[in-house]
């Protein structure tokens, strides 16, 4: 039976948020907020937090020095998969992925049906591997925020997770969560 198997030991990651906003700051950004609190109190490490505007090269750029950092495992980015113009968020990060998560965006999409109905087909959510980091990127609304840490992403970075989770899957954690 999948689960968290509290008999094991609880390995924190590292997890950048990055919001993507033409209109957001620190103080605005409810959904960077709810992420960094969600995986805080969940005991992850709150790597680095920081907002870009809706531009491929911002985007693209600190992605990419996050994943060049060897003190971020996981990037969690909310904003720009929507259809507007200014949604540029795939076309950033889709070519920094030498894997993409096919399943994460049909697990988030499912969720999705249950809180915002067939409106869940506007969002472009998607995640892969760069490097030896995995990127989660999500739209940009609080509800989809909290949807993604509460019903997906919280599950899939605890290491107690079984019958597995992403951290097996970082270079520190492989032999640990095995």
Known sequence: MPGI???????????????????RTMETDTSGELLASRLQEAG???????????????????????????EVEIVLTTG???FTARDVTPEAVMPLLRRVMDGFSVVFHQISMGTIGVSTLQSRA????????????????????????DLVLQYECD???????IAGQLPRLREVCA
């Open 159 to 165: 290491s107690r997770y079984r019958p597995c989770s």
């Open 80 to 82: 720009g998969t929507g």
């Open 44 to 70: 992850h490490d709150l790597a680095a937090r920081a907002i870009v505007r809706d531009d491929v090269e911002a985007i693209r750029t600190q992605v990419q020095a996050w994943v060049d950092d060897p």
């Open 5 to 23: 198997n509290e008999n094991l030991p609880f390995h924190p990651l590292k997890i950048a948020v990055l919001t993507i906003s033409d209109t």
């Open 126 to 149: 998607f995640a892969g591997q760069a490097g030896d980091s995995f990127i989660f990127c999500v739209p940009g609304s609080t509800g989809a925020c909290r949807d993604a840490w």
